[in-house]
């Protein structure tokens, strides 16, 4: 029953998020002869060249990648993609005729990217796909090991460059803009205001306890307690690894002098945090 509810959300998410990105096309950026990423991308460029049907180049740029990704990817990300695809094509048949109007530059880029967007970041956070530019990427991460996100950038630079070659440089810029408001509102919804700071305090034996005591009654924060040892003097130390919100940071900071003004801190910026504790995700399959 889990698995069927946990199927059955990722199924809405993609349903909801692949709409959004029809209607972003449709409603904004073809109007407006500007162009989205990935094969959708494509699709947009080929309609504009050839007047073919966006929904249909869809589904037949996607042919050649799922025959490529059934010899190389998982079966469980292929049934999840396939849906993307075939509710992306689905949907911009469904909403080709409709249109917002609007000839402010400033709302086609935010709305666009708007729509756009948060259509990604939904089907990415029900850890669904459209296939696409998504399957090239995936293949060449496990094949050559060069990330998702660099292979992406690549694809759309590729569909900026053929733009600025046959629209001019100024609907390129428009479009490069969309893209970019698209991605940081996808990061946005992925992964919402849950970003905290992820610290390593690496302090004496006998400063650890004392400072792991304080930083879980004061703050309310869990403390990992890491067993280790100094290259260079050999003397025994330990690391305690927490993570808190952007707030917490000073009030940290301030118990580690107290306790050990020596200790030497480590603080990065973390994204998501996924598991029980304060202001944390709640695990991905709840």
Partial sequence: MPKIKLDIKRALFIVIGTFLIALSTNAILIPNHLLSGGVNGIATFLHFIFN???SILVLLLNIPLFLLAFFFLKRHFLVSSLFGMLMLSFWLQVTKDIQIATTNTLSIILLGGLLNGVGSGIIFRGDGSTGGSDIVAKIVNKNFS??????????????????????????SVLTLATMFVASRITHFVVDGLNYKRTLFIITTKDHYQPMANDIMSELLRGVTIIPAKGAYTKE???ILYTTISIQEVAKIKH???????????????????????????PNISD
């Fill in 255 to 281: 118990i580690v002098a107290e306790h050990d003004p020596t200790a030497f801190v480590t603080i990065t910026p973390t994204a998501q945090v996924i598991g029980n504790g304060k202001g944390f995700l």
């Fill in 236 to 238: 025994d130390k330990f």
């Fill in 52 to 54: 073919w049907n966006v």
């Fill in 146 to 171: 060069l990330s998702m996100a660099t292979v992406n950038m690549i694809i759309n630079a590729i569909i900026i460059s053929c733009s600025i070659l046959f629209f001019g440089l100024d609907l």
